[in-house]
T-cell receptor
Framework: KAGVTQTPRYLIKTRGQQVTLSCSPISGHRSVSWYQQTPGQGLQFLFE???????NKGNFPGRFSGRQFSNSRSEMNVSTLELGDSALYLC????????????FGPGTRLTVL | GDSVTQMEGPVTLSEEAFLTINCTYTATGYPSLFWYVQYPGEGLQLLLKATKADDKGSNKGFEATYRKETTSFHLEKGSVQVSDSAVYFCASDAGTASKLTFGTGTRLQVTL
């Protein structure tokens, strides 16, 4: 079974631009969560989607948004990019919402210049 | 809120040495606990998990026991290899598996 895939793997943007990252979960998994990883803040939860609805949100500004499609694929969008948004963005999927293990993708490395 | 505290790294060991990475948690509920490993340039790989008190998770020679009385989930391995060099993250889910709280990560460097 294929793992979690994320595209693109690397991205370079400039301040003020917006970006969309994509995540395809493991087949059959319905929950998708996103995390931001930076050297300073570590791994931080962004949001979780299940059945096309955002179920949980971390402490990030409204510039960070996401959505989930009927096939469970998910996208996250960051608008008006700031230098501090440079990070590794990780997507994780699980079968359901509770007591299920999350499996992570390889991440998208975003660099904001 | 929930939190996870890991010992600071980096940890440098010789091959075949014994490894312990300490992890403690605070949670209002009854979380499941996890250890993930991250190799350079990659995402997180699940190493092991435990879902209730006194459970022992194990995988690839690594072990961790869920200790409710000490709110700990320390990672151990009897004999490390150079290929174990990576960053190790302890995490808890506080009963909501889709939102993990991570420790800061511990970098392990194993030398010959």
């Amino acid at each position: 079974k294929a793992g979690v895939t994320q595209t693109p793997r690397y991205l370079i943007k400039t301040r003020g631009q917006q970006v969309t990252l994509s995540c395809s979960p493991i087949s059959g998994h319905r929950s998708v969560s996103w995390y931001q990883q930076t050297p300073g803040q570590g791994l931080q939860f962004l949001f979780e989607y299940f059945s096309e609805t955002q179920r949980n949100k971390g402490n990030f500004p409204g510039r960070f948004s996401g959505r989930q499609f009927s096939n469970s694929r998910s996208e996250m969008n960051v608008s008006t990019l700031e230098l501090g948004d440079s990070a590794l963005y990780l997507c994780a999927s699980s079968l359901g919402r509770f007591s299920d293990t999350q499996y992570f993708g390889p991440g998208t490395r975003l660099t904001v210049l | 809120g929930d939190s996870v505290t890991q010992m600071e790294g980096p940890v440098t060991l010789s091959e075949e040495a014994f490894l312990t990475i300490n992890c403690t948690y605070t949670a209002t509920g009854y979380p499941s606990l996890f250890w993930y490993v991250q190799y350079p340039g990659e995402g997180l790989q699940l190493l092991l998990k435990a879902t209730k008190a006194d459970d022992k998770g194990s995988n690839k020679g690594f072990e961790a026991t869920y200790r409710k009385e000490t709110t700990s989930f320390h990672l151990e391995k009897g004999s490390v290899q150079v290929s174990d060099s990576a960053v190790y993250f302890c995490a808890s889910d506080a009963g909501t598996a889709s939102k993990l709280t991570f420790g800061t990560g511990t970098r392990l460097q194993v030398t010959l």
